[in-house]
């Protein structure tokens, strides 16, 4: 048996983190996931809305450097949760279960990052490779890696 999904897409709103009794971390948000294709006439693509819930230092992760406009990639499971509304109503819904959450895109966008705070100067700008006639695209490294950015 397998459940597994991932999923990318844009946050709609900060993630919201709250704690269990326990003081169990969890945090949860809705991704925007633009389908791949149009409407059967070629018309506009439409939007999931997908509801996630993270868990533990996933959850605080999410807090920390997800907010609302973040691109994200979602991989987890499928979790459908039977529950009884205040009118006494059965209803159903579906959620993700995230066992990872990785950035969708660069932090930086438009001279700062994604919740808005400047840009540092300190950030590493690689050259670009310079290429000459039969000159190959990749070249040796010699035993000095000392100017290598990690």
């Given at each position: 048996m397998?459940?597994?999904?991932?999923?990318?897409?844009?946050?709609?709103?900060d993630p919201e983190?709250?704690?269990?009794?326990s003081q169990t971390p969890v945090a949860s948000f809705t991704l925007a996931v633009d389908r791949d294709f149009g409407g059967r006439d070629g018309g506009?693509?439409?939007?999931?809305?997908?509801?996630c819930v993270a868990w533990r230092s996933t959850a605080e992760?999410?807090?920390?450097?997800?907010?609302?406009?973040s691109m994200a990639v979602v991989s987890g499971r499928l979790q459908i949760r039977?529950?009884?509304?205040?009118?006494?109503?059965?209803?159903?819904?579906a959620e993700v279960v995230v066992d990872n959450m990785y950035f969708g895109e660069s932090k930086r966008r438009e001279g700062g990052?994604?919740?808005?705070?400047?840009r540092h100067s300190s950030s590493y700008d690689a050259?670009?490779?310079?290429?000459?006639?039969?000159?190959?695209a990749f070249s040796d490294?010699?035993?000095?890696?000392?100017?290598?950015?990690?």
């Open positions: 397998l459940n597994h999904i991932t999923i990318m897409g844009r946050l709609t709103r983190l709250r704690y269990t009794q506009e693509k439409q939007t999931d809305f997908i509801d992760f999410v807090s920390k450097y997800f907010a609302k406009g039977d529950w009884t509304d205040r009118e006494g109503g059965k209803r159903r819904s990052d994604m919740r808005g705070e400047p050259p670009a490779p310079s290429m000459s006639m039969g000159a190959s490294l010699g035993d000095d890696d000392g100017e290598l950015p990690f």
